[in-house]
């Protein structure tokens, strides 16, 4: 079975400050990684993807995530925030040909 | 635009009533996957469709079905509706590319029992 926790419902951060959304999966297979954004009021978007190669991805906005295997973790990361980052963010596995499974999500809140 | 379509937007109904929401993936999608949204929950997968066969079933009640049509779009029949039924309904089409799924999604069905 697979499964895919974000650990953080929601997480206030200042305007400028560093953030981090945590993502912890668990599959009994090799998998693909994807974290997504939902803006106010629209469908969800891919910010960024980890396939294979480096573990670090750049993804859209200044958003970057790392994938840790061995800590199973693929969290998501921005320096600096801004207010237009309000979102929500969701993390997702692909552990075959169309077998998506996303996270409840984190809702990130920017403080100005 | 994602290229997947969702109609209605809003659906004002009430308890006990049916409705059907409807997806059209973007062309050439074989895949559908819906989702429920609600506040206390987060995003639920509910169903997924591929080339009009169901492929997997999630959190989906037994109140809830859907079909994929020869033409590829979708619908999500929800039947005996509650107050907790109101939620954001996503539908969601995706591409296989090299092995990698890409889901795009629609901007939504915001379904409200009262």
Same mark, same amino acid.
């Given at each position: 079975?697979?499964?895919?926790?974000?650990?953080?419902?929601?997480?206030?951060?200042?305007?400028?400050?560093?953030?981090?959304?945590?993502?912890?999966?668990?599959?009994?297979?090799?998998?693909?990684?994807?974290?997504y954004v939902q803006y106010p009021n629209q469908g969800l978007q891919?910010?960024?993807?980890?396939?294979?190669?480096?573990?670090?991805?750049?993804?859209?906005?200044?958003?970057?995530?790392?994938?840790?295997?061995?800590?199973?973790?693929?969290?998501?990361?921005?320096?600096?925030?801004?207010i237009s980052d309000t979102a929500e963010y969701f993390?997702?596995?692909?552990?075959?040909?169309?077998?998506?499974?996303?996270?409840?999500g984190?809702r990130l809140t920017v403080?100005? | &635009?994602?290229?997947?379509?969702?109609?209605?937007?809003?659906?004002?109904?009430?308890?006990?009533?049916?409705?059907?929401?409807?997806?059209?993936?973007?062309?050439?999608?074989?895949?559908?996957?819906?989702?429920?949204q609600?506040l206390?929950?987060?995003?639920?997968?509910?169903?997924?469709?591929?080339?009009?066969?169901?492929?997997?079933?999630?959190?989906?009640?037994?109140?809830?079905?859907?079909?994929?049509?020869? &033409?590829?779009?979708?619908?999500?029949?929800?039947?005996?509706?509650?107050?907790?039924?109101?939620?954001l309904?996503f539908?969601?089409?995706?591409?296989?590319?090299?092995?990698?799924?890409?889901?795009?999604f629609?901007q939504g069905?915001r379904?409200?029992?009262?």
């Amino acid at each position: 079975a697979q499964s895919v926790t974000q650990l953080d419902s929601q997480v206030p951060v200042f305007e400028e400050a560093p953030v981090e959304l945590r993502c912890n999966y668990s599959s009994s297979v090799s998998v693909y990684l994807f974290w997504y954004v939902q803006y106010p009021n629209q469908g969800l978007q891919l910010l960024l993807k980890y396939l294979s190669g480096s573990t670090l991805v750049k993804g859209i906005n200044g958003f970057e995530a790392e994938f840790n295997k061995s800590q199973t973790s693929f969290h998501l990361r921005k320096p600096s925030v801004h207010i237009s980052d309000t979102a929500e963010y969701f993390c997702a596995i692909q552990t075959g040909a169309n077998n998506l499974f996303f996270g409840t999500g984190t809702r990130l809140t920017v403080i100005p | &635009d994602s290229g997947v379509t969702q109609t209605p937007k809003h659906l004002i109904t009430a308890t006990g009533q049916r409705v059907t929401l409807r997806c059209s993936p973007r062309s050439g999608d074989l895949s559908v996957y819906w989702y429920q949204q609600s506040l206390d929950q987060g995003l639920q997968f509910l169903i997924h469709y591929y080339n009009g066969e169901e492929r997997a079933k999630g959190n989906i009640l037994e109140r809830f079905s859907a079909q994929q049509f020869p &033409d590829l779009h979708s619908e999500l029949n929800l039947s005996s509706l509650e107050l907790g039924d109101s939620a954001l309904y996503f539908c969601a089409s995706s591409v296989v590319s090299g092995g990698v799924t890409e889901a795009f999604f629609g901007q939504g069905t915001r379904l409200t029992v009262v």
